[in-house]
């Protein structure tokens, strides 16, 4: 065989790198989303920022709305897998409730920071798209509702019905609004002032 000749890439190691293209997309179209908001964002800006063509992409998702819904997913996805790990183990519904919200912290501020395309960009989710993401965001949010109710029996919250859940995750949500790092309370300091706000004494118990 001549030296110019090279062999194919062996079809794993092709499917592997055609994979690894795809998670750099969506990372890049994620922190743009966030950077730019998803209108202003175009795919040539997304292609640029992995180093390809600007038709690059297209191999990889059918349009923007396609990449939108993969960045929401995938984000849910690894929060899921994140919230499971924080609570592996646990008894104590409390020990299980502080370690929910720190994880879910560190999630949209420090670890996801893809994750607030959620809170942005919702309404630019076609009506098909959105169900998709709906279905895997309501597996995340189940992992936090036999908590809450555990919570609620033991006579240290409130409520633990949809509403009181809904409060709950836009409380926490709101904070990528205004937290800075280095710029005054950290991660954990915010966590436990919102436990300390969400849970209440069992004296308290209605």
Not at 88 to 102: H, I, M, N, T, Y
Not at 122 to 149: C, G, N
Not at 165 to 178: E, S, T
């Amino acid at each position: 065989m001549a030296r110019s000749e090279r062999k194919p890439a062996p079809r794993k190691a092709v499917a592997a790198d055609e994979g690894n293209r795809r998670a750099e997309l969506i990372r890049a179209a994620g922190r743009l989303f966030v950077d730019k908001g998803y209108d202003a964002t175009t795919i040539r800006d997304i292609a640029d920022a992995v180093g390809m063509r600007s038709g690059s992409p297209f191999y990889h998702f059918k349009s923007k709305q396609d990449m939108l819904k993969a960045v929401m997913i995938e984000g849910l996805q690894a929060a899921l897998a994140a919230q499971q790990a924080a609570v592996a183990g646990l008894k104590d519904p409390e020990e299980k409730f502080r370690a929910l919200v720190r994880s879910h912290l560190r999630i949209i501020l420090e670890e996801h920071t893809e994750f607030p395309v959620l809170l942005y960009e919702w309404r630019a989710l076609s009506e098909e798209s959105r169900a998709e993401v709906i279905a895997v965001k309501d597996r995340y949010e189940a992992v936090w509702q036999p908590v809450l109710r555990e919570l609620k029996k033991a006579g240290r919250l409130g409520d633990d019905g949809k509403v009181a859940r809904l409060l709950l995750f836009g409380a926490l949500n709101w904070v990528v609004q205004w937290y800075r790092p280095g710029g005054g309370s950290g991660i954990e300091q915010i966590a436990e002032r919102a436990i300390e706000l969400f849970l209440c004494d069992k004296a308290d118990k209605r």
